[in-house]
């Protein structure tokens, strides 16, 4: 029989609706950690699977726990850049099914050593919809979203999709012409920022990250942007005074910390 997890996961507030269920393998204080969530291709070009190991290697080195699906190519190489006790794996299926099949030595040592996740009965085997609440979960529990490659219309940009609605910031690489049509056509709407120099970013990304971990628990729950009715409920004696000092700040029915 599957462990549920025995407590709520606040970052997953941010979704649209909370997990019926959730089952576990692993280590559950990697939750309590910072985290950052990075997704993309599966076919990267060598470009892009040297930068997500170097990028996801150094932000684990910095204290950051990697959150990614296990899938093939960038989820992959994000957690073996990571190391395996330093990564969460969201799976598509059932918490007892290796999924991709070709990934089935990864899952099994961050089974081990780090966390993986699913929102699916066991013996639930992967389905088309099944990736879409994978992609959401995975957003959710990172502070922020980084892209390292994608084109338009893949899963991974339904993952920016979610990313938008949580007010999350997105990262994205820099590419050539003719590469990563999607995260390309983010930098020109400047709806995400490109990561220009790895040390730079991991040091902001990190620094934010040891910031949160020494919120307390109403800072913890605002920044995955809850409604206000859903901050009222939770801590009516905090929000008035946070917002009244500039703490936080509503914007569009959400609460941010300012």
């Known amino acids: ?15 649209r609706h909370y997990p019926d ?36 290697k150094k932000l684990a080195l910095s204290g950051m726990i990697i959150v990614s699906g296990a899938a093939a190519g960038v989820d992959r190489i994000a957690h073996e850049g990571a190391g395996a006790e330093n990564t969460i794996a969201v799976l598509p299926c059932g918490i007892d099914v290796r999924y991709p099949a070709g990934n089935c030595e990864l899952i099994e040592a961050i089974e081990q050593r780090g966390l993986t996740l699913s929102p699916f009965e066991p013996g639930f085997a992967a389905r088309e ?15 922020f979203l980084i892209v390292t490659e994608a084109d338009i219309g893949s899963g991974s940009m339904r993952s920016v999709e979610y990313a938008q609605q949580m007010g999350k910031q997105i990262y994205v690489l820099p590419h050539r ?41 109403f800072l913890a729950f605002c920044r995955n942007h809850p409604t206000y009715d859903e901050v009222v ?13 500039g703490l936080i700040e509503v914007r569009n029915g959400r609460v941010y910390v300012g």
């Open 177 to 217: 012409l003719r590469e990563s049509a999607a995260t390309r056509l983010l930098l020109s709407e400047g709806k995400a920022i490109a990561i220009d120099d790895i040390d730079s970013f991991v040091a902001h990304v990190s620094q934010k990250g040891r910031h949160k971990a020494e919120d307390t628990p």
């Open 233 to 245: 409920v939770k801590f009516p004696g905090e929000i008035f005074e946070a917002e009244l000092s």
């Open 1 to 15: 029989m599957a462990d549920e997890i025995p407590f709520p996961i606040a970052e997953l507030s941010s979704m």
């Open 129 to 143: 919809w099944s990736f879409v609440v994978r992609n959401e979960i995975v957003v959710a529990l990172g502070e």
């Open 21 to 56: 269920k959730l089952t576990y393998c692993g280590n559950l204080e990697l939750l309590r950690r910072p985290k950052i969530s990075i997704v993309g291709t599966r076919r990267p070009n060598p470009y892009t699977r040297a930068i997500t190991f170097e990028l996801s």
